[in-house]
């Protein structure tokens, strides 16, 4: 199994910033391939908020875009979720995942992250 943790969601004003850490397990993890970010508001279905792909490019929803940028550093098996001029509508747990390969000689798999809540106040 591949442990993802996440980190730096919080509560923060409309108009402030967040930076989401999300980082894989050294060791476990052989090919990484996509990653990006989800998040579910109370009430609500999961959503993706966006993916980017082992080539750097990368997808937004269109509630975020312009607003929120993905980053990825594969020498420390992490994703970065910068999120700017948040709206309180950003409000919910927000899930970070990893489409990866543990060794040469498994499939990839899909890994989730625990969950990291983050508030934006009016």
């Known amino acids: 199994q591949v442990q993802l943790v996440e980190s730096g969601g919080g509560l923060v004003q409309a108009g402030g910033s967040l930076r989401l850490s999300c980082a894989a397990a050294?060791?476990?993890?052989?090919?990484?391939?996509?990653m990006g970010w989800y998040r579910q508001a109370p009430g609500k279905q999961r959503e993706l908020v966006t993916i980017?792909?082992?080539?750097?490019?990368?997808n937004y929803a269109h509630s975020v875009e312009g607003r929120f940028t993905i980053s990825r550093d594969d020498a420390m098996n992490t994703v970065y979720l910068q999120m700017n001029s948040l709206k309180p509508e950003d409000t919910g747990v927000y899930y970070c995942?990893?489409?990866?390969?543990?060794?040469?000689?498994?499939?990839?798999?899909?890994?989730w992250g625990q969950g990291t809540q983050v508030t934006v106040s009016s």
């Open positions: 995942f990893a489409n990866l390969a543990r060794s040469l000689y498994t499939g990839r798999s899909n890994y």
């Open positions: 980017i792909g082992s080539s750097g490019t990368a």
């Open positions: 050294s060791g476990s993890v052989f090919t990484l391939y996509a």
